[in-house]
T-cell receptor
Framework: DAKTTQPPSMDCAEGRAANLPCNHSTISGNEYVYWYRQIHSQGPQYIIH???NNETNEMASLIITEDRKSSTLILPHATLRDTAVYYCIVRVPGTASKLTFGTGTRLQVTL | DAGVIQSPRHEVTEMGQEVTLRCKPI?????LFWYRQTMMRGLELLIY????????DSGMPEDRFSAKMPNASFSTLKIQPSEPRDSAVYFC????????????FGSGTRLTVV
């Protein structure tokens, strides 16, 4: 699975959009970009995934660049409950490839 | 759906004792994963099963660790004998179709070995 690079931490004011970047310059053609988050003391939670098109669900939006070498997770209106560690992972779905977590980005949402 | 259920939520045991962690995956999910999380090493994949068969146990740290999945609705992770360095939060996750639509994690078991 391709390696990803994320900033270790970010801050965001409550009510504002949180934009979390991820670099995956060695991503291969059949690898998807997945985002998970882990709120303190809880298990990781799946957020969204995509291949090359932008995706949106009730939790977030995922923007993938045309060359697929980077992506951005957008939380449109961050709340205090969105404070968590966010993990960007690339892998081939539908295979036995491992879901491997890096160090992620610690997002702190403040008043 | 109650999600992935892990028990116990907390376990405190003395060094040398046997510890058994339990997991009930989501009904219909055919893949199950055991992870361990510590401050030093983050989230580590220990072992995973597909259709109750162990696929990759390369993450199991030592022979003191063993995992079983006797049926589609139950899995155990056993540590015997336990050591203080095994103290961590252990998560179980399940999915179907190898997680195309994401894995679902349990709430974890916080293990403390004293």
């Amino acid at each position: 699975d391709a390696k990803t690079t994320q900033p270790p931490s970010m801050d965001c004011a409550e009510g504002r959009a949180a934009n979390l970047p991820c670099n995956h310059s060695t991503i291969s053609g059949n690898e998807y970009v997945y985002w998970y988050r882990q709120i303190h003391s809880q298990g990781p939670q799946y957020i969204i995934h995509g291949l090359k098109n932008n995706e949106t669900n009730e939790m977030a939006s995922l923007i993938i660049t045309e060359d697929r070498k980077s992506s951005t997770l957008i939380l449109p209106h961050a709340t205090l409950r969105d404070t968590a560690v966010y993990y960007c992972i690339v892998r081939v779905p539908g295979t036995a490839s491992k879901l491997t977590f890096g160090t992620g980005t610690r997002l702190q949402v403040t008043l | 759906d109650a999600g992935v259920i892990q028990s116990p939520r907390h376990e405190v045991t003395e060094m040398g004792q046997e510890v058994t962690l339990r997991c009930k995956p989501i009904s219909g999910h055919n893949s199950l994963f055991w992870y361990r999380q510590t401050m030093m090493r983050g989230l580590e994949l220990l072992i995973y099963f597909n259709n109750n068969v162990p696929i990759d146990d390369s993450g199991m740290p030592e022979d003191r660790f063993s995992a079983k999945m006797p049926n589609a609705s139950f899995s155990t992770l056993k540590i015997q004998p336990s050591e203080p360095r095994d103290s961590a939060v252990y998560f179980c996750a399940s999915t179907q179709n190898w997680g195309h639509y994401g894995y679902t994690f349990g709430s974890g078991t916080r293990l403390t070995v004293v």
